[in-house]
């Protein structure tokens, strides 16, 4: 799929090139190269926040621990691919102690990619998984209280750098929540609140620190309980500014059919979709039984040559199939590499050794070929017109010794004027 076949992706500029005094560059050369996509192609950056800090010996991190002597390499590979990176604010691990905050470290993370021209996005600011342990019994007003100062605290101190969060995750489970001996202190202010207050907790207070983030409602179940949390939310007057949905396949690709399906479901509320935790395996499949994949713990899980294979393959068609739908806006494939992946799964694109899988190869050639203009050398008209088209995103354009910067944001045909200062 070209751009010519993704026109929902794609537009096209009709450019007026003038000099210094306003004048056109009649018949004269330009050359037009992409530089970025206007579409979300993101991974999580947990690997590399040793890197962005300058740390030989990192502290521990969920769902995420390359080695020090290969992040240098990771981080090339990351960058090579992706341009959005999810930074994990998992509360019990970014404020262990009250007061206490992970935030220099994680803002240096997210000021490294920023640097790299790369999106950021914080995950998440409210879940009742990996909720802190020092507000297990507090009241639940002092639960709730701490939970509006934390969303706030976070928002407002990377604001300019993280643009979107998760501002809710899997709040279709979290009021009913059990797989410890006393509930969490989320799970407990939800049961009291019920789902579409504690949204609103979340939502609101994210918006009242930063009101040009982009928030979103995340979640793994994509049942009719989602949609009908939806429908409650924004029935109550809250704004979503996009809708999450999980893609964990460690028990087998969908396949097309279920994955238009599932997007054509949420699609209807209007809203883009972000497909925010995306897996595919290249070992063996866990068992289909499996209800919560928590569950399924074994002590080695193996990429192998044949899972490989598959996975490049599956990974083809799952990029396509979500490009291809008007819907979704971002997609984030939950790991780079093998090394403390989450739960072990061998469901990274590059392995534990560094080296890369032929998963990683073709999502590379996808991006970076299939779905990546050439740089293009074209003429302006006697009136200094040129027509620029391409994918939706960042271009530079290059005339009479100068470099301007073009994009192109929307599907169709606009129009814009570029001068370039200093040129006659």
């Known amino acids: 799929m070209t751009a010519a076949h993704l026109g929902h992706r794609s537009g096209e500029v009709l450019v007026t090139v003038l000099d210094g005094d306003g004048r056109p560059l009649s018949h004269r050369e330009v050359v037009v190269e992409q530089r970025s996509h206007a579409f979300a192609f993101g991974n999580i950056g947990f690997d590399l926040i040793a890197l962005a800090n300058a740390e030989t010996d990192p502290l521990p991190s969920a769902f995420g621990s390359a080695a020090p002597e ?58 009742h998984t990996l909720a802190p342990d020092w507000l297990r019994d507090a009241p639940l007003d002092e639960i709730e209280a701490t939970v509006r100062a934390r969303i706030r605290r976070e928002v407002t101190d990377f604001a300019g750098v993280v643009g979107t969060w998760d501002a809710i995750n899997e709040a279709v489970i979290m009021p009913v929540f059990r797989n410890e001996p006393r509930p969490n202190a989320i799970t407990r202010l939800a049961a009291d609140r019920g789902r579409v207050a504690t949204v609103r907790l ?63 479901r949420f699609a209807r509320f209007g809203l883009p979709l972000h497909m925010t935790e995306t897996t595919l395996l290249s070992g063996e499949l866990m068992p289909p039984e499996i209800e919560d994949l928590n569950d399924f713990q074994v002590p080695s899980w193996p990429s192998t040559p044949e899972g490989e294979q598959r996975q490049a393959d599956e990974i083809v068609r799952h990029y396509r199939t979500l490009l291809a739908h ?62 620029v088209r391409g994918f939706l995103g960042d271009y530079q354009l290059y005339c009479a010794g100068a470099t301007v910067a073009l994009a192109i944001t929307a599907p169709g045909r606009a129009l814009t004027t570029l001068h370039l200062k200093g040129t006659r």
Not at 205 to 230: G, K
Request: glycine share 8%; charged share 20%.
């Open 326 to 387: 008007p819907a979704v806006q971002a997609v984030t494939y939950w790991g780079l590499t093998d090394e403390g992946a989450w739960l072990g799964a061998p469901c990274g694109l590059v392995r534990a050794d560094g080296t890369p899988k032929p998963a990683y190869d073709a999502l590379q050639r996808l991006i970076k070929q299939e779905w990546w203009g050439d740089p293009a050398t074209l003429r302006t008209d006697h009136a200094g017109q040129v027509e």
């Open 70 to 127: 290969r992040a240098v390499r990771l981080a090339g590979q990351w960058l090579e691919v992706f341009n959005t990176a999810t930074l994990p604010f998992y509360w019990s691990g970014f404020e262990p102690e009250p007061g206490r905050p992970d935030t220099a470290r994680l803002h240096r993370a997210a000021t490294w990619f920023a640097e790299r021209g790369c999106r950021v996005k914080g995950h998440p600011l409210l879940w």
């Open 202 to 264: 979340a939502f609101e207070a994210a918006r009242a620190a930063d009101p040009t983030v982009t928030l979103l409602i995340n979640d793994f179940d994509l049942s009719t309980a989602y949609e009908n949390l939806i429908e409650n939310v924004l029935d109550a007057g809250i704004v979503i500014d996009a809708i999450g949905l999980q893609s964990h396949m460690h028990q087998g690709y969908w396949g097309e059919e279920r994955t238009r399906e599932v997007l054509d």
